[in-house]
Nanobody, 124 residues
Framework: VQLQASGGGLVQAGGSLRLSCAASGRTSNTDAMAWFRQAPGKEREFVGALRWSLRRTYYVDSVKGRFTISRDNAKDTWYLQMNSLKPEDTAVYYC??????????????????WGQGTLVTVSS
């Protein structure tokens, strides 16, 4: 499976963007889909994840109520809808996937498959 992230860009604070992560190859058995981000000079951090088998989502506190992860199974694509964007959301956003879900879902090392990243810049 390969992942292709897209949808990044420049937006003003308070605006919205939707990121997409398109998967090629078999994804029907992929249970963990996630988004991470990495700001300049910082480590990659967890943003949110979707456990597909239970249709449950998990988010870091800083984006709760603003970001939403969803999946279109027919298109093998999942999304990160980002609303009420803030300058501190500026980062390169990466999608990631793993076949099996476990309690380590917020950790970078949990995921074996990564997209290439898409840059989101939020101006104040």
């Amino acid at each position: 499976v390969q992942l292709q992230a897209s949808g990044g860009g420049l937006v003003q604070a308070g605006g919205s963007l939707r990121l997409s992560c398109a998967a090629s190859g078999r994804t029907s058995n992929t249970d963990a889909m996630a988004w991470f981000r990495q700001a300049p000079g910082k480590e990659r951090e967890f943003v949110g994840a979707l456990r597909w088998s239970l249709r449950r989502t998990y988010y870091v506190d800083s984006v709760k109520g603003r970001f939403t992860i969803s999946r279109d199974n027919a298109k093998d694509t999942w999304y990160l809808q980002m609303n009420s964007l803030k300058p501190e959301d500026t980062a390169v956003y990466y999608c990631a996937a793993r076949i099996n879900w476990n309690l380590d879902y917020a950790s970078v090392r949990h995921y074996a498959i990564w997209g290439q990243g898409t840059l989101v810049t939020v101006s104040s």
